[in-house]
């Protein structure tokens, strides 16, 4: 099985991640598209020439790895994507060979997040747009995506986790010895082999995690363009709401 799990940036997406990689059955893969994108747009990201010179710049390339033989010879494959980098000239096609799932989270805590790491972000920099657009691509490919909040994963990481694994079709009775959700709550501090080249300027607070954070704050308190850019967003976020996973 290969999951395509899309998000914004500031998810909880390096968390899931890292939950996938502790499982012995998964090969997992950071942001497969970051190269491509940067390189396509021209957008100036932090460490945007250390990315483009470790990743792969065209996308016929990125999307035959991520259909093309799992690393590691593992039986599956976590690839973590974000949605912003799915320029719109990019091939979505290969999104019906995959099991495409959607990671929410409420946009108030993802503009505040991504505010702290990246000065004046626009709409696009987030995603929700384009993870709406790709929601909707893939259920006129005929699968229905599955969509887990973010919020709900960090109230009860077990339940939901398990949940995911259900949805997507590895039930609880194929699960590997020690391999269920369990094995995916904890990891060791510090990050993982497959943590992408950008690693040192995004992923401070979950490399120094060693599991999931406990349930959210109340939500931040935005204003002015803040406060807009997340207003913006909210319509997208509560059309894929609407269909997420819940216990």
Request: glycine residues 10%.
């Amino acid at each position: 099985m290969r999951i395509a799990m899309w998000s914004g940036p500031r998810n909880l997406s390096t968390a899931m991640m890292y939950a996938f990689a502790q499982r012995p059955d998964f090969a997992v893969w950071d942001e497969p598209f970051y190269a491509a994108y940067l390189a396509a747009s021209g957008i100036d990201h932090p460490m945007r020439d250390e990315v483009i010179a470790a990743g792969e710049t065209d996308p016929a390339g990125v999307i035959a790895r991520c259909l093309g033989p799992v690393p590691d010879g593992k039986e599956h494959f976590y690839q973590k994507h974000m949605t912003q980098h799915m320029l719109p000239e990019f091939p979505l096609e290969w999104l019906a060979e995959v099991t495409n799932v959607f990671l929410i989270r409420h946009p108030m805590r993802v503009v505040a997040s991504y505010a702290r790491k990246r000065q004046n972000p626009g709409a696009d920099d987030l995603g929700f747009k384009r993870q709406f657009e790709l929601f909707e691509a893939v259920r006129a490919m005929g699968q229905d995506p599955v969509v887990i909040d973010s919020a709900d994963i960090r109230a009860d990481p077990e339940g939901m986790l398990g949940a995911l694994l259900e949805a997507v079709g590895i039930p609880s009775d194929e699960w590997l010895p020690n391999a269920g959700p369990q094995i995916m709550l904890q990891w060791p501090a510090g990050g993982i082999p497959e943590d992408g080249v950008w690693a040192p300027h995004w992923y401070g607070a979950v490399q120094r995690s060693t599991g999931f954070a406990g349930p959210e704050a109340p939500l931040p308190d935005l204003e002015g363009a803040a406060g807009e850019l997340a207003d913006g967003a909210m319509g997208y976020y509560e059309a894929l709401s609407r269909s997420k996973l819940t216990l």
